[in-house]
T-cell receptor, first 114, second 118 residues
């Protein structure tokens, strides 16, 4: 079946550091890929998505590129801020949108220190 | 727009009692709602998919008689954990798919409910 694997956390960085959170997936066909963010006490929010190979999703300085050859969708940000501290989830779906059922990774806790 | 409210955010109950969790779409109609569960240090696992006016579809291994899901209107779905036990302690989160409009292909999440059974 479909599965998503994220790098283990927690991840602790200093402000303005470069961030990479690795995500790889296993799925047949051409899934759509997502990154969600969960701030403390809040629900999951869609951060970015990509629906086909080589697509790059981007939002709020975060980027991820759909790499079919390596089945990866790594999340990157060039300069993190304290406000980026949250849990990040990688996910996939067979549909083109998050309106279909999602398969999630384990989540990665990010803490950014001033 | 596209706000999903889940209530309560935290609940503690005694073993053997039942707990109801509500998931409301506040400013849109949702034909489909999803219920997920998350154990500590693990990923969100889909429990069931509910469509307004019909029976929920449960994932393999999820007891439908224990986790009762009702989706009686386009803005409300409920999950009732019946005869709760400590192993039911978990983080439960719902998502709702917009029924129509420009956001009609995306799903939006509630803030989750932390259930502790003592």
């Amino acid at each position: 079946g479909d599965s998503v694997t994220q790098m283990e956390g927690p991840v602790t960085l200093s402000e303005e550091a470069f961030l990479t959170i690795n995500c790889t997936y296993t799925a047949t066909g051409y899934p759509s890929l997502f990154w969600y963010v969960q701030y403390p006490g809040e629900g999951l929010q869609l951060l970015l998505k990509a629906t086909k190979a080589d697509d790059k999703g981007s939002n709020k300085g975060f980027e991820a590129t759909y790499r079919k050859e390596t089945t990866s969708f790594h999340l990157e940000k060039g300069s993190v801020q304290v406000s980026d501290s949250a849990v990040y989830f990688c996910a996939l779906t067979r549909g083109e949108t998050s309106g279909s059922r999602l398969t999630f990774g384990e989540g990665t806790q990010l803490t950014v220190n001033p | 727009g596209a706000v999903v409210s889940q209530h309560p955010s935290r609940v503690i109950c005694k073993s053997g009692t039942s707990v109801k969790i509500e998931c409301r779409s506040l400013d849109f109609q949702a034909t489909t709602m999803f219920w997920y569960r998350q154990f500590p240090k693990q990923s969100l696992m889909l429990m069931a998919t509910s469509n307004e006016g019909s029976k929920a579809t449960y994932e393999q291994g999820v007891e439908k008689d224990k986790f009762l899901i009702n989706h009686a209107s386009l803005t409300l779905s409920t999950l009732t954990v019946t005869s709760a036990h400590p192993e039911d302690s978990s983080f439960y989160i719902c998502s709702a798919r917009v029924a129509s409009g420009p956001l009609n292909t995306e799903a939006f999440f509630g803030q989750g409910t932390r259930l502790t059974v003592v």
